[in-house]
């Protein structure tokens, strides 16, 4: 068990510039998230994927952002047009296939990407 | 309105005593799940504890217990023995059961320090 693979661990930006991170679920697990957290804040949820679909978008993604999960594996993150609110710390988390009742369904997060926008 | 509701910012603890991290939580669903998470500066969300909505019995897991409070809606991350490795940021977080509702919501934290 190798963890949830976060890339890059930093990223300084400049305002206008794109940004693209990286995440890689553990392998077995089927469901993907996506979450946004700010200093002094719990993490927001931003999307998540099972398999390749994306099946929930927060409205806290605005146009500017998109998510891809290709073929169900890995799963990268773009901002595009960086603004300095997009500074935050990004969270990549992954779960298992589970049964019917979700409830005690467990994240596993990575170490998240730092994204400063300058 | 909050979900999940942590009113402690920060607390410090001395080493060796157990402490009591708050959660209050706001929900109309009847089946849900309660979560804590721990976060070191490292960044990384570690999972702690979790508790059922129609869990009878308090969750434990090894110096963690959760005191599930269901008319109070509140569940209480107790940590005995507190050792110096503790200190991080708690996180308390909700999942509801309606149809559609796939994600975690969380709080806005404590900071734990524990003093040697």
């Known amino acids: 068990d190798t963890g949830v693979s976060q890339n890059p661990r930093h990223k300084i930006t400049k305002r206008g510039q794109n940004v693209t991170f990286r995440c890689d679920p553990i392998?077995?697990?089927?469901?993907l998230y996506w979450y946004r957290q700010t200093l002094g804040q719990g993490p927001e949820f931003l999307t998540y994927f099972q398999n390749e679909a994306q099946l929930e978008k927060s409205r806290l993604l605005s146009d500017r952002f998109s998510a891809e999960r290709p073929k169900g594996s890995f799963s990268t993150l773009e901002i595009q047009r960086t603004e300095q609110g997009d500074s935050a710390m990004y969270l990549c988390?992954?779960?298992?296939?589970?049964?019917?009742?979700?409830?005690?369904?467990?994240?596993?997060f990575g170490s998240g990407t730092q994204l400063s926008v300058l | 309105a909050q979900k999940i509701t942590q009113t402690q910012p920060g607390m410090f603890v001395q080493e060796k005593e157990a402490v009591t991290l708050d959660c209050t939580y706001d929900t109309s669903d009847q089946s849900y799940g309660l979560f804590w998470y721990k976060q070191p500066s490292s960044g990384e969300m570690i999972f702690l504890i979790y508790?059922?909505?129609?869990?009878?019995q308090n969750a434990t897991e090894g110096r963690y217990s959760l005191n599930f409070q269901k008319a109070r809606k509140s569940a209480n991350l107790v940590i005995s023995a507190s050792q110096l490795g503790d200190s991080a940021m708690y996180f308390c977080a909700m999942r509801e059961t309606l149809f559609g509702n796939e994600k975690l919501t969380f709080g806005t934290g404590t900071r734990l320090t524990i003093i040697p």
């Open positions: 508790q059922g909505s129609y869990d009878e």
């Open positions: 392998s077995e697990h089927n469901r």
């Open positions: 988390a992954s779960s298992p296939k589970l049964g019917r009742d979700r409830s005690n369904e467990k994240l596993f």
